[in-house]
């Protein structure tokens, strides 16, 4: 094994079309990065070896004919166990559909091999995807590759602890209450959450989502660097009209005044002060860097993450308690019933009434980033918690939510959100939250490129 899979998705694309690296080698690296890496941490739970290195072959007899491979040529990446993938159980972590084989791909497993790709395997969530940590009893305990008495976070707590340990440039997650946001804060890596339309999905295996998911559930990438996010954002965003919800918005939008509104602490949030330091000193970089920055409230999140809430559970409510039973998964019977007991059980007029209010949230938060293109405020009031800290009580539970408000407060009005690993040099990593206009990614990533640290591999 060579040190190709220590590379960025930038670089390997670039050797690989440049030939000084065969796709092939990369795969074989990168499987080999998996075998040695994956034990330990448990991120990574079906694997495709020949599948692999079949994808891996395709991209070099395309180069070798003169054709372009596309923008992910060659990179190893791995996909979640929630997205459909071709030939592989769509679990959800969940015993109940450890059989529900896939017949096609989810449009984002799509647009990745589309983009040349080569997928190396599939990683872990919480049963249901339901919370910021990563156990299920179908596949078992994931843990942080870079400090495993802290969560890997969650939903997408697989995905960020095999990136950070090398296994693969760029995992894909996805994002409902920050499940690629918080996973890519609690494992040191950058994670981004699109704007809802930006990246098309959709599970051919499963039903219809409902429309709380519809509004705010997204796919998105988590990676090693800025750069790379950008890359795999330009490869999942390709159109799909499998998506109704899938919006033809331009990659790089209109030029911005480099205007970024700092908050420290959301609506009151008991932010700690290594969190503090970490947003102002990367409202110092911005600075430094030329931008205007303000400390200044922001527009409201307690009453979206309420609304979000509300959505999510009233169709949940409806549809989740059966397979919840079946399943019986002890956290997700937990999780959920500490979820029931924040959020009463709306009727019909309350969920209406819900949908109806997101309207008038995100205008208030569109017209504050036509002021503020960046919104720098905390990925979580606190540095990421001890490994399930849930579901020691109702009360460490309330903690955490309280603690993730910046991640339950922005799906409702559909905006993207990019965390960014701005320290390293701790016990715990440390990072920041930005926060732009709707189809402003590029502005996340303008802006994130300035305050990246160096990310190391862990483990």
């Not at 647009?111 to 910021?132: D, M």
């Not at 690629?180 to 219809?208: D, F, K, Q, S």
């Not at 030329?290 to 409201?300: L, N, S």
């Amino acid at each position: 094994m060579t040190d190709s899979w220590r590379l960025s998705a930038s670089e390997l694309a670039s050797r690989i079309r440049a030939r000084d690296l065969s796709a092939e080698e990369a795969a074989r690296d990168a499987l080999a990065r998996l075998d040695a890496a994956n034990p330990a941490i448990n991120a990574v739970v079906q694997f495709m070896p020949e599948e692999a290195l079949a994808a891996a072959r395709a991209v070099d007899a395309a180069i070798a004919r003169g054709e372009d491979p596309g923008p992910l040529a060659g990179v190893p990446v791995t996909t979640k166990v929630n997205v459909d993938q071709k030939g592989h159980a769509t679990t959800n972590g969940l015993r109940i559909q450890k059989d529900l084989i896939a017949g096609a791909d989810n449009p984002v497993v799509s647009n990745l091999r589309k983009a040349g790709a080569v997928i190396i395997g599939r990683t872990n969530t919480p049963a249901f995807s339901l919370h910021w940590f990563t156990r299920n009893s179908l596949h078992g305990h994931t843990r942080n590759s870079r400090n495993p008495a802290l969560t890997p976070g969650g939903s997408s707590g697989g995905a960020a602890s095999a990136t950070a340990a090398g296994i693969g440039a760029i995992g894909h997650g996805t994002d409902i209450g920050g499940s690629v946001r918080y996973p890519a804060y609690a494992c040191g890596i950058h994670g981004l959450r699109p704007t809802i339309g930006r990246i098309p999905a959709w599970n051919p295996a499963g039903p219809e989502r409902a429309i709380g998911a519809q509004l705010m559930a997204v796919s998105g990438p988590l990676a090693r660097s800025i750069a790379d996010i950008r890359l795999a954002l330009q490869a999942m965003a390709a159109p799909d009209a499998r998506d109704p919800w899938w919006v033809p918005a331009p990659l790089q939008g209109a030029p911005f005044p480099k205007r970024a509104a700092l908050c420290v602490r959301p609506e009151g949030m008991a932010t700690t002060p290594a969190v503090e330091e970490a947003l102002r000193a990367a409202g110092r970089k911005l600075q430094d860097a030329g931008w205007t920055v303000a400390e200044t409230p922001v527009p409201p999140m307690r009453e979206p993450a309420r609304l979000q809430a509300l959505l999510w559970l009233a169709e949940s409510r409806r549809g989740l308690k059966k397979a919840l039973a079946e399943e019986n998964d002890p956290d997700a019977n937990f999780v959920f019933a500490q979820m029931e007991r924040l959020c009463p059980e709306p009727d019909m007029n309350a969920f209406q009434d819900a949908l109806q209010a997101r309207a008038g949230f995100l205008r208030e938060w569109s017209l504050f980033l036509e002021r503020y293109p960046v919104a720098l405020m905390p990925v979580s009031a606190e540095p990421p918690f001890p490994d399930l800290l849930d579901l020691e009580s109702p009360e460490a539970f309330d903690r955490v939510i309280e603690g993730l408000l910046p991640q339950v407060g922005l799906p409702l009005m559909s905006l993207p959100g990019l965390t960014v690993t701005t320290d390293l040099s701790g016990p715990a990593p440390l990072g920041v939250q930005l926060v732009a206009g709707r189809y402003r990614e590029d502005i996340l990533l303008e802006a994130g490129a300035l305050l990246e640290t160096e990310i190391t591999i862990a483990g």
